[in-house]
C-alpha cells in the first residue's frame, strides 16, 4: 500500500506471467472449456436493433411513427447495468470517439448519471462529457469505466499499467469495468483493422481484467445489424461447429470488485 492509504500500481504482464496464467486456468475451469483448443466457453449475447415510437437519442433511421435504433452489444450490457442499480453512476469513458455510448447513456439514463467524464487520444473528439487530457486526471469516486473498442488498439502491458492501474486507484468499492472488443478466434475478425494490435482471446480477456478485479464475466458477442446477419446466423452457427472454429465476433468483459 502507499503511504496515503492507495494501492500500489503494480508490475508488467511479463512480472506476473504465473499469476495470468492460472486466472487463465479459472476462466477454463469456470465456462468448462479444456483448454485454448475449446472455441466454446462464455455465454453468448445476440442483440438486435431496438424499436419504438419515439427518438432513442441515438443513432436511428424512421419508418412513419417508428424508429428503428442500432443496439450493439455494450448498448445492451450497459442498459442492465444501469437497470440493476439504483443510485447514480460517475462514468469514466475511454476513448468515446463518436459519443454513440455517451448519447446513449444521457438521453436514456440522464437521471442515473452524477459526471461524465471522457478520455481520447485524439484531441479533436468532443461529445456530452467532461474531456480528461490524461488518465492522471481522472477523479475519485468513479463508478462505471467504459472502454468500447479500446483495448485492442495497446499492447496489453500498456493497457494494463498506464489505464487499468492508475484507475484502480480511482474507483469506488462496487465501481465496474465494462470492455468490449472483437474476438479474435473468429474468422475475419480483428485481422482487417491494421491499427489493432493486441488480441485477447475470450480467456485471456477474463484473465488479464482479473489481475484486478475479483469478479469477472465474459460475453461472447453476436449483433444482428441488417437481416442479412439475421438470416446468415443460423448457418453461420452450424457451419463454425462443424469447422470448429467461433462463430460470435464479438466479446464483452464485465468486472467488478477492483482487488
Same mark, same amino acid.
Given at each position: ?20 496464467? &492460472? #486466472? *487463465? ?6 465456462? /468448462?472449456?479444456?483448454?485454448?483448443? +475449446?472455441?466454446?466457453? !462464455? =455465454? ?7 424499436? &419504438? #415510437? *419515439? ?6 433511421? /424512421?419508418?412513419?411513427?417508428?424508429? +428503428?435504433?442500432?443496439? !450493439? =452489444? ?186
Amino acid at each position: 500500500m502507499n503511504v496515503d492509504g492507495r494501492p500500489e500500481v503494480r508490475g508488467s504482464l511479463a512480472d506476473r506471467y504465473h499469476e495470468l496464467m &492460472g #486466472f *487463465r486456468q479459472e476462466a477454463f475451469e469456470r465456462y /468448462r472449456a479444456n483448454d485454448i483448443s +475449446v472455441v466454446a466457453g !462464455p =455465454p453468448v449475447r445476440v442483440t438486435f436493433p431496438s424499436f &419504438g #415510437f *419515439r427518438d432513442q437519442g441515438m443513432k436511428h433511421k /424512421r419508418f412513419g411513427p417508428l424508429y +428503428v435504433s442500432d443496439s !450493439p =452489444p455494450m448498448f445492451s450490457i450497459v442498459d442492465r447495468i444501469f437497470r440493476e442499480r439504483a443510485k447514480p453512476f460517475t462514468i469514466l469513458e475511454i476513448g468515446p470517439g463518436r459519443g454513440d455510448l455517451a448519447r446513449h447513456i444521457r438521453g436514456k439514463f440522464g437521471n442515473k448519471v452524477n459526471a461524465y467524464y471522457g478520455l481520447d487520444r485524439d484531441e479533436t473528439v468532443i461529445g456530452p462529457w467532461t474531456v480528461l487530457e490524461d488518465i492522471s486526471e481522472t477523479p475519485d469516486g468513479i463508478d462505471l469505466v467504459l472502454a468500447s473498442e479500446v483495448i485492442e488498439h495497446m499492447p496489453a502491458d500498456v493497457w494494463q499499467t498506464s489505464i487499468v492501474e492508475p484507475l484502480r486507484q480511482k474507483l469506488t468499492r462496487d465501481a465496474i469495468f465494462i470492455a468490449s472488443t472483437p474476438n479474435p478466434t473468429s474468422p475475419g475478425g480483428i485481422a482487417r483493422d491494421f491499427t489493432h494490435v493486441q488480441h485477447y482471446p475470450w480467456y485471456d480477456l477474463a484473465a488479464v481484467f482479473r489481475l484486478t478485479f475479483s469478479d469477472v464475466e465474459v460475453y461472447r458477442t453476436y449483433y444482428a445489424y441488417d437481416p442479412t446477419h439475421l438470416l446468415i446466423m443460423a448457418p453461420r452457427f452450424i457451419l463454425c461447429f462443424l469447422l470448429g472454429i467461433e462463430w460470435c465476433p464479438g466479446l464483452i468483459c464485465v468486472a467488478r470488485n477492483a482487488r
